[in-house]
């Protein structure tokens, strides 16, 4: 198995959800409900007509708070955090593991840089230490594999 391109491909792939989710983040308006417009132009939703609003205030219906699952912008942020933070923290460890095994260290680099790169727009302060932490845990890596070699 290649380690290094599959590190290199879960790495680039986490910088779009990552820049995605913290750009919505930053611009989201509370209430906007973009999602949900989204989803209505792409014909997934249609807006209530008036006899089903009317029948539901008839047959005493109410609204109730939003589940952990519900469709809003809030729910779709986390999701994107959440994918791009997975993504990126598998592409960190496969890119250890591609260096374990000793493959080239193009990809595994690309790969290892992707991943870091994506937690730095998440958070500048865990993506630093995780990008300090690992340059340390792969040189230290790499030295050992030198060692047993000689």
Request: proline share 3%.
């Amino acid at each position: 198995m290649r380690y290094g391109l599959i590190s290199l491909l879960t790495g680039v792939i986490a910088i779009p959800f990552a820049a995605t989710a913290t750009y919505a983040q930053s611009a989201r308006v509370p209430g906007s409900g973009v999602v949900l417009q989204w989803l209505e132009r792409l014909g997934f939703l249609d807006q209530p007509t008036q006899a089903s609003t009317i029948a539901s205030a008839r047959s005493g219906r109410q609204m109730t708070e939003a589940g952990y699952f519900s469709i809003n912008d809030g729910n779709m942020i986390l999701l994107l955090l959440v994918v791009a933070l997975l993504l990126s923290l598998a592409a960190i460890a496969f890119s250890f593991m591609a260096e374990r095994k000793g493959e080239g260290t193009l990809n595994l680099a690309v790969g290892f840089m992707g991943g870091v790169l994506s937690l730095l727009l998440i958070s500048p302060y865990w993506g630093l230490l995780t990008g300090a932490v690992g340059v340390v845990a792969l040189m230290v890596l790499r030295q050992h594999r030198a060692e047993l070699n000689t």
